[in-house]
């Protein structure tokens, strides 16, 4: 299913036809909330993965993840070092402190742990001595604004939650205030049983073969 | 700029649009919000958000050196006169130890009133006590010297050391309480100043490289370059008398993503011989050279030109874009890794520094707000719904930082960090398949 085709059904359910000219909401304004839907969502339910390559640069202490992989990052999940070929272990700075080396921050060579600060500040340690290196981050990210021709993400249930966003967001606007909640209700539930999918993907075939339930 | 960055006023209009009450389609006499109402609930949940969540993060270095003071005795300070500038820390100008002491808030002892005069002192004093920075919200590392410092309270303090206020010394630990809630001790006082570079001018942005012997030299070195454009232009000089002619390599220039295939490439005065005005030419994206030609000046231009962004070890401080303005050594220097207080937009023109996924949460907020406000338009149900909604962002920001950490893997017999933890069910190897029936 396309977006555009998820546009006519909303309109639909919104009692606008698509003929006719509209007389509450417009194309324009469900393709807006589509496009919130699809925001509220993947930010929830964190289910756009991707892998991007980091360019490392000289004893640089941190890398501002915003900039470095230029996408709206949500969260970074792990990184590979393409000099070691070694995965970063994750430490917190009092490790590196108290337990690693006191004046890791001096260290130079090739990256083997990293630390995240605040939210995307990645530093790595030991710092690498020139640049050139890269590794390869894991993050999860926003997808980017959808065309509206293209088709939905491959993700079983993303039309219901969509459909079920974009029209409670056309009552809200509208202040009928108990259709908005009726039809967010149903966007929420939609969306758990998204989360769900994501988070348990592998759940099904695992369980058999490791007789984990 | 990082992806889909807003301003206050495409946010302000999204706020009104999703409230029913857009700007564009709804007459000023029937409209129920005005702007400025959704401008402060946006202020409002920014610095809400950044406090609840302590997403940003920073450093900044609080000197080990002889710091001046706005005066050197207390008649001076009548003769200032009106529109002279105090010393942002205007609590620093007493000259005696004993002026200082009983001061309430007092730092110093400070015994000169220009950073020039340090060299000619006989006697330059160290402060222990240091106010932070306005933008520190939590402090989360201190070091000196890259070694991290230890985070007493005064009265462990006290025990340790009887006399921690006036003991010299190596840094080791610093504290919070005892003395102002905005006042950072360092414990001991330190016995020798910070290393620092001696930089060439006085005012302006850095435009040279440096070497790390420290001094900040007017030729750049090979260490100067631009990375936050994808640009590295090298770029040489054919100086001859009178004129000269650049020639600029741009090995593997992206064109811009706006599929623009030309760049302007600008000539900035540079060094001690200067150009007079700014000069530009249209260069072609992709590999390939660009002349510019001036007549009579003789300049020098380095390997690698431009304005610095970035020096390698050294941390842009204070926000993500600009351009260095001083540079501080680690060498017997304290420094603290804090999270900061967002920058909040001052105009309406001005970018929130968050990324726009988060600016959906002060959506939330303002709308929680505006359907809260007694009057037209209160609706307490959609007020909680946007509330909650809210709430749930700050929780999920929250687990996120955390994400990273938390997926390593436990390991019997790993370290002090995984004790929390239960140690994982023995499993057979993934190969052994066992049957389901």
């Known amino acids: ?213 | 700029m990082y992806p889909s960055q807003m301003t206050m006023n495409q946010l302000v209009k999204r706020v009104l649009y999703h409230l029913g009450d857009a700007e564009e389609t709804t007459s000023s006499t029937r409209r129920i919000w005005d702007r400025d109402e959704i401008i402060t609930y946006l202020k409002e949940g920014l610095r809400n958000l950044v406090v609840r969540t302590e997403i940003l993060w920073d450093m900044a270095y609080l000197e080990d050196l002889p710091f001046a003071s706005n005066y050197t005795a207390p008649w001076e300070k009548a003769w200032f006169q009106p529109g002279e500038v105090f010393q942002s820390d205007s609590s620093f100008n007493f000259p005696w130890e004993w002026e200082w002491q009983v001061q309430k808030g007092g730092l110093g002892p400070s015994n000169h009133d220009q950073p020039w005069e340090v060299p000619f002192l006989l006697e330059t004093y160290l402060a222990a006590r240091v106010r932070l920075p306005e933008r520190v919200l939590k402090i989360d590392r201190a070091v000196n010297g890259n070694r991290r410092l230890l985070p007493p309270r005064s009265s462990e303090l006290r025990d340790t050391d009887a006399l921690y206020e006036t003991t010299t010394g190596t840094v080791e630990a610093y504290t919070l309480d005892g003395d102002s809630p905005r006042v950072f001790r360092k414990w001991r006082i330190p016995a020798t100043p910070a290393s620092q570079y001696n930089v060439i001018g006085r005012w302006g942005t850095l435009r040279s490289g440096f070497q790390e012997t420290g001094v900040v030299i007017v030729a750049a070195a090979s260490v100067m370059r631009i990375d936050e454009f994808a640009i590295v232009p090298a770029a040489s000089v054919v100086p001859n008398d009178g004129a000269f002619l650049i020639s600029a390599f741009f090995d593997g220039f992206d064109p811009s993503p706006t599929g623009a295939t030309t760049s302007i490439l600008t000539i900035f005065s540079f060094g001690l011989n200067q150009i007079p005005e700014f000069s530009s030419a249209i260069i072609p994206g992709g590999d390939g050279f660009a002349e510019l030609a001036q007549e009579d000046q003789i300049l020098l231009i380095p390997t690698k030109w431009g304005i610095v962004r970035r020096f390698p070890g050294y941390h842009p401080m204070g926000h993500t874009w600009g351009i260095p303005r001083r540079l501080a050594q680690n060498t017997a220097n304290t420094r603290i890794e804090f999270f900061r207080k967002p920058h909040v937009p001052a105009g309406i023109w001005d970018n929130f520094e968050l990324p726009r996924y988060m600016l959906r949460y002060l959506r939330f907020y303002a709308m929680g707000k505006a359907y809260r406000r007694r009057g037209p338009g209160q609706d307490l149900k959609l007020a909680d719904h946007y509330e909650g909604r809210y709430d749930r962002a700050v929780a999920r920001v929250i687990k996120r930082k955390n994400a990273f950490y938390r997926s390593r893997r436990v390991i019997l017999g790993g370290s002090a960090s995984g004790e929390s933890r239960r140690v994982p069910r023995a499993q057979p190897p993934w190969q052994v398949v066992k049957d389901p029936h």
């Open chain 1, 1 to 213: 299913m396309t977006y555009d085709e998820l546009i006519d059904e909303v309109l639909t359910r919104l009692n606008e036809g698509t003929s006719a000219p509209p007389v509450y909401w417009n194309r324009e304004d469900v393709q807006e909330a589509l496009v919130d839907g699809l925001l509220d969502l993947s930010d929830e339910v964190e289910w756009n993965e991707e892998v991007v390559h980091l360019l490392l640069l000289a004893r640089r202490p941190y890398y501002d993840l915003r900039t470095c992989i230029e996408r709206e990052i949500l969260s970074f999940r792990g990184g590979f070092s393409i000099a070691t070929q070694r995965w970063l272990t994750p430490r917190d700075t009092r490790e590196l402190d108290f337990h690693i080396y006191t004046l890791w921050e001096d260290n130079t060579g090739s990256e083997d742990q990293a630390v995240l600060r605040g939210l995307w500040w990645l530093g790595l340690h030991p710092r690498p001595e020139g640049d050139g290196n890269t590794i390869r981050a894991y993050v999860t990210t926003m997808p980017a604004d959808p065309v509206m021709s293209e088709e939905l993400p491959e993700i079983p249930e993303i039309d219901e939650a969509l459909r079920e966003y974009a029209i409670a967001e056309a009552y809200g606007q509208d202040q009928q205030t108990q259709q908005y909640l009726i039809h967010f209700a149903s966007y929420e539930r939609a969306k758990e049983r998204i989360r769900s999918y994501v988070e348990n993907r592998l759940n099904y075939d695992r369980n058999w073969v490791f007789m984990e339930r």
